[in-house]
């Protein structure tokens, strides 16, 4: 689970903000919203960004995107990428370095915070500890400052220099990396830590897509069985979600559109291949104990009087693509238990449908986690989202802020989607009287 996420000096982060998922105890709606982090700690399931188009909402989970890059891929920064993510708008952007700290507890009950502080010229510090959540001291899993570096379970003294040329040689990479290059931390703690990041964590971005989608359907049952019970309950029209499979020699004899498709098969060595239309999967293509297969999504969709027919995925809307983008990250989320974070959740679909899809997860009793960004006001409704799950965002000066509606005094009868309508709570665009 996600607790808290610190950043500064980050793309529109000058000064240092956090955000948390901490929740004020106080408030008594919705208790289901809380659940105990390593079994101690009050943590919330779900929270909601909002602000003004260019405010930052995006940059926020684009930090934690960035730790966990940084973190499971030694190649991900190096000296042309990393100017590109300093706080621009002053005389000299990297005269400070960026800093993040993100602190979280995984599946297993063990609590980390890991912070890394990032200069021009590469990492300058990098921290893990095993959180102690409030209760306790924390402790060092590792430390590295500088040259300087400090091990809970010490390498020898030869092993501490092969980190030390290592990290010469990658001043950009995160010592969570080096063992996928020599295992020589031994550290049981440290492949704890970056496994959350690996297996625990998902971002969904704004024009995310799943290459493997296909694939992700036909091979987990239950995924697919998920995913037609909740495109039943956000009544799309469409019964049943399913992946066709069929003899790829025999298709091509009766698709003409086939040609393209047979000359990248023939140079595919292993693995398969997929076809994109309109940036969607329409189809992939695999080989399997040396049969040729052809794999695609359909909809069984309803017509009058009960009659059905199945429809591919280039009949579907737009919005009928983005959900089943989502539906294996909600899946994830209320089932699997992992931590998931959407940018913009209601792209290209309708406000009641989203507002569906956040009273399901509202309502499930879940440890998994969902926060999104969002412009949808419809969803600022304290039956199903507490104001402690609510977080604002604004600039300043061209300095992204942020803050959560549970500074405000607000009893749990107001109509909180007025309030921020009418800009009681800030976080909203500010437009002028100019002529155009």
């Keep these: 689970m996600l607790l808290r996420v610190i950043l500064k000096n980050f793309l529109s982060f000058e000064d240092e903000v956090q955000f948390d998922m901490f929740p004020n105890m106080r408030k008594e709606s919705l208790p289901n919203h809380i659940t105990m982090a390593a079994g101690v700690l009050p943590t919330l399931r779900m929270a909601a960004i909002y602000g003004a188009n260019g405010a930052g909402k995006s940059n926020m989970l684009k930090g934690v995107d960035f730790i966990k890059l940084l973190v499971t891929n030694k190649d991900f920064l190096n000296q042309s990428k990393v100017s590109r993510y ?32 990032i200069g021009e010229d590469g990492i300058k510090s ?37 980190i030390k040329v290592w990290l010469k040689k990658n001043p950009f990479a995160s010592l969570l990396t080096i063992n996928d290059d ?19 964590l998902l971002l969904i971005g704004f024009h995310s897509f799943i290459p493997s989608l296909i694939e992700l359907f036909r091979r987990n049952k239950e995924i697919t069985e998920f995913t037609s019970a909740l495109f039943k309950a956000v009544d799309l029209g469409i019964n049943t979600v399913k992946v066709q499979t069929e003899d790829f020699d025999e298709w091509i004899r009766s698709h003409d559109e086939a040609e393209p498709l047979i000359e990248k098969l023939n140079k595919m060595q292993s693995g398969g291949i997929s076809q994109i239309t309109e940036n969607r999967i329409r189809r992939n293509i ?56 959407i940018d913009e959740i209601e792209h290209s679909i309708h406000p009641h449908l989203t507002r569906e899809l956040v009273k399901i997860f509202s309502n499930k009793e879940t440890t998994g986690q969902l926060i999104f960004t969002t ?12 104001t402690d799950e609510v977080w604002m965002v604004e600039k300043k000066d061209g300095s992204t802020h942020m803050y959560s509606l549970n500074d405000f005094k607000i009893h749990n009868t107001i109509n909180i989607e007025n309030g921020y309508m009418e800009g009681r709570y800030g976080a909203i665009p500010f437009i002028g009287e100019r002529k155009i």
């Excluded at 969709?301 to 280039?314: A, E, H, L, P, Y």
């Design 86 to 117: 300093f706080y621009a708008l002053k005389d000299d952007p990297a005269s400070q370095p960026i800093t993040l700290t993100i602190e979280f507890v995984t599946k297993a009950g063990k609590a980390f915070i890991y912070a890394v502080e």
């Design 126 to 162: 990098e921290i893990l500890q095993e959180s102690g959540l409030g209760a306790k001291g924390n402790k060092n899993v590792f430390t590295r400052e500088g040259d300087t570096l400090s091990f809970a379970v010490k390498p020898s003294d030869e092993v501490q220099q092969m």
């Design 182 to 200: 020599m295992p020589v931390l031994s550290d049981e703690n440290i492949a704890i830590a970056k496994n959350w990041f690996h297996e625990e």
């Design 286 to 341: 695999t080989v399997e104990e040396g049969v040729r297969k052809i794999s695609q999504m359909m909809f069984e969709q309803f017509g009058k009087n009960g009659f059905s027919k199945d429809m591919d995925i280039v009949a579907q809307s737009d919005g009928t693509v983005r959900l089943l983008n989502l539906a294996p990250a909600f899946y994830d989320a209320m089932m699997v238990g992992k931590t998931v974070l």
């Design 375 to 386: 412009h949808e006001t419809c969803l600022l409704d304290q039956k199903f989202i507490r």
